[in-house]
């Protein structure tokens, strides 16, 4: 199994380009914080690359901007080339499977105004966005969600 999800804020503006296909897609960073601290007590973080095509893509390139925090599920994948001098280059990126905005929209902010808000931070993806449209998927058979919540007792796991 191949899955990952990250928590984290894009370090920079989206910039979404198209293959001769016509095809979506954007690379970018997200900063995801570590648990522990370094020796002056700040936050250590990692910088994981992704890479999104078509309607994720598209999605980013509208409602997301540097700062942004968001939701990313997808899976790993490592390639190689050989650079202009002849070295060897390895790389590790997510492919975004599925993204979630978590930074809410601000009710006040003009159309394009970058609408980060950073003083009340409540997560809710794409709820609080007019402007976003959520994809007509057809269903499928999946099974259900699991509920937001729920109880576990020490006696329910298994070590």
């Known amino acids: 199994m191949n899955k990952t999800i ?4 894009i370090t920079r503006d989206p910039e979404v380009r198209y293959t001769a296909n016509g095809l979506a897609n954007v690379r970018f960073s997200v900063a995801v914080d ?3 601290k370094d020796a002056s007590g700040q936050r250590m973080a990692d910088f994981i690359n992704c890479v999104a095509f078509g309607q994720q893509a598209d999605f980013i390139g509208r409602y997301v901007k ?5 939701a990313v599920e997808g899976r790993l994948q490592t390639g190689n080339y050989q650079g202009q001098d002849g070295q060897m280059r390895y790389t590790t990126d997510v492919i975004v499977e599925r993204v979630e905005n978590l930074t809410p929209r601000d009710p006040n902010a003009q159309p394009g105004q970058n609408t980060t808000n950073y003083a009340n931070p409540t997560y809710g993806a794409n709820q609080n966005n ?5 994809p007509n998927r057809q ?4 099974t259900p969600a ?3 919540s729920f109880e576990v007792a020490d006696d329910d796991l298994p070590f």
């Open 139 to 142: 269903p499928q058979n999946e």
């Open 130 to 134: 007019a402007n976003y449209q959520a």
């Open 6 to 9: 990250l928590t984290g804020r």
């Open 66 to 70: 540097k700062g942004n925090m968001l």
């Open 146 to 148: 699991m509920p937001e």
């Open 34 to 36: 570590r648990m522990q």
